[in-house]
Structure formats: C-alpha cells, structure tokens
C-alpha cells in the first residue's frame, strides 16, 4: 500500500523559496506521476504540477514561472520548490500519487487521476 | 483554460437520502472527469474516475456518471460518515488539470 509523505518548513518569508519534499513508501517511485496540489485556507484545491519519474514535467501555466519540480528515485522521493512566495502562496501542500488509466476515446490518451494522497502540510508565507 | 462549476455550492440532506451533486465543464472533456471527497483537515480522497469508474475500495453507493460537459455524482442512500465537500477534477486537459470550487454536504 502505497503511502506519501509531505515535510518541509511550515514558514516561510515573502520573496524566498518554498521547499517541501514528499517521501514515497510501501512502493517504488519508478512508476507513474506524482503531483503537487494546495488548499489555501478556506477554499478550494489547486492543481501546481506533475512529474513522471523519468523526470519529463508538466506545470500549472498560472505558477510556472516560479515552480520546478524534481525527483530523486534513489531516494524514493520528490520535491517542490516555489520561488517568489508571497501571502497568496499560503496554504496546506499536498502530494498525490497519479494514476493512468488508457482513455476509451483517444488512442494514446490517457484519464489521469490523484488516487493516493499525503496527509498535507501547512506552509505559512509571513516575515 | 477549462473552467469547472459545481452545483449546488452546498446542500443539507438527511441519513438515507439520495444526493447528486453537479459538475459542468465549460468545454467537451468527454469522460477525463474525476470525483473526491474531503473532510475537514484531512485529505482528498478519490471515489471516481473517468467520470464513472468506481475507485476500488469506495463503497457502491457512490456513482459517477455523464460525458462531454455535464457530469453528476449520486449517493444513493447518504451516511453519516458521507458528510463532506465534493470536488470534481477534469485532466481532459494535461496541460492544467481544473477543480470544481467544491459541494459542500452537510446534515439537514
């Protein structure tokens, strides 16, 4: 059973970069994609991005200039970093693990869905 | 970008009730039509996928169902433990996935 992990600084100052890592366990990283998502407090869920973990990414065009998303498979792990946060960046993190599943549809496509999620981690943007 | 509505924003209903809620999608995402839940201060967790595909585990009183721009996710009979916010979640486009803004269901 496949159990994510989030961890990092629960503050962080406006203008400097949120780092977070999330520890993957009972299963190999070596497959499928693995995704970030927030919850500002209050509201609803925003999708940041995703890395397979061949290291190819795909990132949310609102924050893309100032997210990169890596993976270290020796680790069984993968990290976020948000450059340039400000108080709009506070939120609960999470990692999700995401699933494929071929599209009836399209061939070659695929439904992409966050089947395994960590428990989340407030960050906190305040000098 | 693919917008995603939700309807009703919240509703009440009572132990053994049926619920649907509505998703509507502002372009045809065909079936790359997700459904979660969440509880407070816990974490999503998703019930369907492809717009109807039951996540295993989930019980069979939650379905999914619906196509091009208009989805619904039914509890046939509502238990307590069903009081929630429910998210639907397109990837029709991989470029940006989208969240709905959320039904929240509480007990009337």
């Known amino acids: 059973q496949v159990q994510l992990q989030e961890s990092g600084p629960g503050l962080v100052k406006p203008s400097e970069t949120l780092s977070l890592t999330c520890t993957v366990s009972?299963?190999?990283?070596?497959?499928?994609?693995w995704s970030w998502i927030r919850q500002p407090p209050g509201k609803g869920l925003e999708w940041i991005g995703y890395?397979?973990?061949?290291?190819?990414?795909n990132y949310n065009p609102s924050l893309k200039s100032r997210v990169t998303i890596s993976v270290d498979t020796s680790k069984n792990q993968f990290s976020l970093k948000l450059s340039s946060v400000t108080a709009a960046d506070t939120a609960v993190y999470y990692c999700a693990k995401t699933g494929i599943a071929a599209a009836a549809d399209r061939p070659y496509y695929y439904y992409y869905y966050m089947d395994v999620w960590g428990k989340g981690t407030t960050v906190t943007v305040s000098s | 970008d693919i917008q995603m509505t939700q309807s009703p924003s919240s509703l009440s209903a009572s132990v053994g009730d049926r619920v649907t809620i509505t998703c509507r999608a502002s372009?045809?995402?065909?079936?790359?039509l997700n459904w979660y839940q969440q509880k407070p201060g816990k974490a999503p967790k998703l019930l369907i996928y492809?717009?109807?595909s039951l996540q295993s585990g989930v019980p069979s009183r939650f379905s999914g169902s619906g196509s091009g721009t208009d989805f619904t996710l039914t509890i046939s009979s509502l238990q307590p433990e069903d009081f929630a916010t429910y998210y639907c979640q397109q990837s029709y486009s991989t470029l940006r996935f989208t969240f709905g803004p959320g039904t929240k269901v509480d007990i009337k």
């Open positions: 890395i397979y973990y061949s290291g190819s990414t």
């Open positions: 492809a717009a109807s």
């Open positions: 372009q045809s995402i065909s079936s790359y």
């Open positions: 009972g299963g190999s990283i070596s497959s499928y994609y």
